[in-house]
Nanobody, 126 residues
Framework: QVHLVESGGGLVQSGDSLRIACTFS????????FAWFRQAPGQAREFVAA????????YYADSVKGRFTISRDNAENMVYLQMNNLQHEDTAVYYC???????????????????WGPGTQVTVST
């Protein structure tokens, strides 16, 4: 049974940095790709970043490219999202997700991910 829990969210100012984390429990962490999604108030959930099972491939939404970095620690069963130069429009609940199986390419669509955490709130004040 895969279980994901996000942590590290909070209130920051525009231009600040924040690292959020996803703790994985369940079998064989290293076989899973992972992704971060986010959902702002009144908006649909959107893809942010994804990382392959071995960390060798990453993919980012255009809106965060160059500011956010996804990483993983296979020894600690953790996935991270380092967020730099945060802007007010980055305010959202951030979710960690894992697919039921790995695909040939990193996926950006919600339907590809079967396991989700409850989310962590990130608020960026202007």
């Amino acid at each position: 049974q895969v279980h994901l829990v996000e942590s590290g969210g909070g209130l920051v100012q525009s231009g600040d940095s924040l690292r959020i984390a996803c703790t994985f429990s369940g079998p064989t962490f290293s076989r899973y790709a992972f992704a971060w999604f986010r959902q702002a108030p009144g908006q649909a959930r959107e893809f942010v970043a994804a990382i392959s099972w071995n960390g060798g491939n990453t993919y980012y939404a255009d809106s965060v490219k160059g500011r956010f970095t996804i990483s993983r620690d296979n020894a600690e069963n953790m996935v991270y999202l380092q967020m730099n130069n945060l802007q007010h429009e980055d305010t959202a609940v951030y979710y960690c997700a894992a697919p039921e199986r790995n695909y040939p390419r990193l996926q950006v669509e919600e339907w590809a991910y079967a396991h989700w955490g409850p989310g962590t709130q990130v608020t960026v004040s202007t």
